[in-house]
């Protein structure tokens, strides 16, 4: 697994963004976070794409608070792109707390993972873990490892998913989602000969020789695949 691209070391962290598509969720959690940490701004996004934009365009906050269950992302694909933009650890929210979920949260770099009914106790022990460059669980996850015999675990598929960059995961996406080159260059608004080049690259990246085998891979880090055993 790739080493994060930002300090492990103890740090405090002032800002955060929340990516929740539930406004009501995201409100009760920003009031938290600035109630238990040294946490003052805290922005929100409703969308993975929406959020990316704003690292892009508003600067990097302190931390990431991230929900697996986005309008537009299935899975870890998530994780790792948030963690790729960020450069900051991400502190994985949710509802579906099976130690397989919690597993490949942290496989794909998250920081920590609390469970959406968590009290504001488990918030603030969260926030502090991460704060002194520790990985954050809750009480009686064990951690879980699958391996298969077709083609590359879980562990691994996320690790290949980790090389690649943003536009390149977001072009990944959408061949998943079965669109043809001419459709993602229109969705995009990128050329063609362009989006051929980024799934060459990423198919190099992935070590495939298929857009059947790439999507393979990216299938691997979603919650129907893992969940399913």
Same mark, same amino acid.
């Given at each position: 697994?790739?080493?994060?691209?930002? @300090?492990?070391?103890?740090?405090?962290? +002032?800002?955060?963004?929340? =990516? #929740?598509?539930?406004?009501?969720?995201? &409100? /009760? $959690? @920003?009031?938290?976070?600035?109630?238990? +940490?040294?946490?003052?701004? =805290? #922005?929100?996004?409703?969308?993975?794409? &929406? /959020? $990316?934009?704003?690292?892009?365009?508003?600067?990097?906050?302190?931390?990431?608070?991230?929900?697996?269950?986005?309008?537009?992302?299935?899975?870890?694909?998530?994780?790792?792109?948030?963690?790729?933009?960020?450069?900051?650890?991400?502190?994985?929210?949710?509802?579906?707390?099976?130690?397989?979920?919690?597993?490949?949260?942290?496989?794909?770099?998250?920081?920590?993972?609390?469970?959406?009914?968590?009290?504001?106790?488990?918030?603030?022990?969260?926030?502090?873990?991460?704060?002194?460059?520790?990985?954050?669980?809750?009480?009686?996850?064990?951690?879980?490892?699958?391996?298969?015999?077709?083609?590359?675990?879980?562990?691994?598929?996320?690790?290949?998913?980790?090389?690649?960059?943003?536009?390149?995961?977001?072009?990944?996406?959408?061949?998943?989602?079965?669109?043809?080159?001419?459709?993602?260059?229109?969705?995009?608004?990128?050329?063609?000969?362009?989006?051929?080049?980024?799934?060459?690259?990423?198919?190099?990246?992935?070590?495939?020789?298929?857009?059947?085998?790439?999507?393979?891979?990216?299938?691997?880090?979603?919650?129907?695949?893992?969940?399913?055993?």
């Amino acid at each position: 697994m790739q080493i994060p691209a930002y @300090s492990t070391a103890a740090r405090t962290f +002032s800002s955060a963004l929340i =990516v #929740d598509d539930h406004p009501l969720f995201c &409100d /009760a $959690l @920003s009031m938290t976070l600035q109630a238990v +940490s040294g946490i003052r701004k =805290v #922005d929100t996004e409703s969308r993975l794409e &929406d /959020a $990316l934009e704003y690292l892009a365009s508003r600067g990097k906050p302190d931390l990431i608070i991230l929900d697996l269950n986005l309008p537009d992302v299935d899975g870890l694909e998530g994780v790792v792109r948030m963690r790729n933009a960020a450069k900051a650890p991400v502190i994985v929210v949710s509802s579906l707390t099976d130690s397989r979920v919690i597993s490949g949260v942290v496989s794909a770099g998250a920081s920590g993972f609390v469970p959406k009914h968590s009290q504001r106790d488990v918030f603030r022990i969260a926030v502090e873990t991460v704060a002194q460059g520790e990985v954050f669980v809750p009480d009686g996850y064990q951690k879980v490892a699958r391996e298969d015999a077709e083609g590359p675990a879980v562990d691994d598929a996320i690790e290949r998913l980790s090389a690649l960059t943003n536009q390149q995961a977001r072009i990944l996406q959408l061949v998943c989602e079965g669109k043809l080159n001419k459709q993602i260059a229109y969705d995009l608004s990128i050329a063609e000969t362009t989006v051929k080049a980024h799934v060459t690259a990423i198919m190099r990246k992935l070590g495939v020789q298929s857009r059947t085998q790439a999507v393979l891979i990216a299938k691997k880090t979603s919650f129907s695949s893992f969940l399913s055993e």
